[in-house]
């Protein structure tokens, strides 16, 4: 693994602290999911289950302990080794060896979950977990929780207080530590070049689902063994539909090609975005809209440091594609007006970007007012996507020669102590740029 084993026990330690005294936490791990028949999607562990343990198995458990004295216990339980089902099924790490390689202070097999569970229960003021997460796993924890109560007569007390303990944790992975960011800066790079190999295959008459095959090879080849989410490869007016997975159709001719697509090392996740000419020209009016809205990106960007905050991104890229637009013609009426009335979001249809890290958009509160700005503080270790778009669909009522260009630019952006970092600059995205690598493919 990319991250230290001691980085996954600091963050348990961490938690441990934020803990009330006298106190238990329970976290369940991913489970697998049927594809079709008695075949399985690929095990995808609970990104907050991974925060805390790196251990990526199904069916596991892991629980925090916190006494009267303030005293930490980590506890995992997790599948027995099974000569017969790792055989069929793959190796699995066993207690023996998850209490060695993960430094929990105890590990157990699921046989005994139940017997131990409750009685960690037993005699703690509150429970902490993650409500509605997994509708199976709360069926499970109210179950304990009835055989701790059955025991009353007994002198046996359940915990009196739950916690839903999500935002603990949001905030825990918002700040990435620098392990974190080295393994993102390598999801960017390998993603990069992902970006890189497709503007240099994409020739006219390909279809959209080759340009994507190029990309998930250059992620599984160089060790990102799976997108980080389905990726978008939308030619032509495709681009305008926001999250288009078909990938399905034929490239054409003076057309654009939008594609998201990020690939997920060791569970972190890459999110970029690229916008370029199928045949490697941009047209003067392609060229017009791409340049708005990279104008808009990169004045957003170089803002970022800390105590900017979402909203006031938002507002340079509204006066950046506002006063465009209005230059194009695509608006028309006075600035301020139009300003006012956010008229460009007729165009400009999403937000301008979002939390980035083991999950894409990421988990962290955004402190929403009631105007929907997103007023939270910009803090060192916060890494974000900035991804500015303009989306200009085939029955749009402005100039035949904008209709059908959907473009957005898209990097992955983390707060440094005094400004910030683009990891995404080894895919181009000036024009010229753009043009110049795609010359080397033809």
């Known amino acids: 693994m990319l991250i230290d084993v001691q980085e996954f026990v600091a963050r348990r330690a961490c938690f441990i602290d934020q803990m009330e005294l006298n106190s238990i936490a329970i976290f369940c791990a991913g489970e697998e999911v049927t594809r079709s028949n008695d075949t399985e999607f690929p095990f995808c562990q609970n990104k907050n289950f991974f925060y805390l343990t790196g251990f990526n198995e199904p069916e596991a458990l892991l629980v925090l302990v916190k006494n009267a ?6 506890t995992l339980f997790c599948r027995d080794k099974d000569p017969l089902q790792e055989v069929w099924h793959g190796r699995r790490v066993g207690a023996e060896l998850a209490k060695e390689t993960y430094a929990f202070d ?14 960690m229960l037993k005699h703690k003021s509150s429970l902490y977990t993650i409500h509605n997460e997994n509708d199976g796993f709360d069926a499970q924890i109210f179950d304990w929780l009835s055989q701790v109560k059955s025991g009353v007569k007994a002198g046996d007390k359940a915990p009196s207080q739950l916690i839903d303990c999500s935002s603990m944790l949001a905030e825990m992975r918002l700040i990435k530590s620098s392990a ?12 990069a070049n992902a970006h890189v190999r497709a503007m240099r295959s994409c020739k006219v008459g390909m279809f959209e689902y ?3 095959a190029e990309i998930h090879h250059e992620f599984a080849f160089n060790g990102a063994r799976h997108p980080a989410y389905g990726s978008i490869v939308a030619g032509g007016d495709n681009a305008n539909i926001l999250h288009y997975t078909d990938n399905s159709e034929a490239l054409n001719d003076n057309e654009l090609l939008l594609i998201d697509a990020g690939g997920e090392l060791e569970g972190y996740a890459a999110d970029i975005t690229r916008t370029f000419p199928v045949n490697g020209k941009f047209t003067p009016a392609q060229k017009e809209i791409y340049q708005l ?5 990169i004045a957003s960007i170089d803002a970022i440091k800390p105590g900017v905050s979402f909203a006031e991104l938002n507002d340079i890229v509204h006066q950046v594609l506002t006063k465009g637009l209005l230059e194009l013609g695509i608006l028309t009426g006075d600035f301020d007006t139009l300003m006012e009335e956010k008229a460009c979001k007729k165009y400009f249809i999403h937000g301008l970007g979002h939390w980035l890290g083991l ?5 962290g509160d955004y402190d929403i007012d009631e105007d929907r700005r997103q007023n939270r ?3 060192p270790g916060m890494i974000m996507t900035i991804e500015p778009g303009l989306y200009i669909p085939l029955d749009a009522e402005v100039d035949e020669k904008y209709r059908g260009i959907g473009i957005r630019i898209e990097d992955n952006v983390v707060v440094t102590e005094t400004g910030f970092e683009n990891f995404s600059l080894g895919v181009p995205k000036t024009i010229e740029a753009i043009e110049a690598l795609m010359a080397e493919g033809k």
């Open 69 to 74: 004295l303030g005293q930490g216990q980590s």
């Open 106 to 119: 105890q590990t157990f097999t699921l046989e005994h979950v139940d017997e131990e569970v409750i009685e």
């Open 180 to 191: 974190e960011l080295d393994v993102m800066r390598k999801a960017n790079d390998i993603s």
């Open 210 to 212: 080759q340009i994507e």
């Open 293 to 297: 809205v990279l104008d808009a990106q």
């Open 359 to 363: 999950d894409v958009h990421d988990v």
């Open 377 to 379: 503080a910009f803090e």
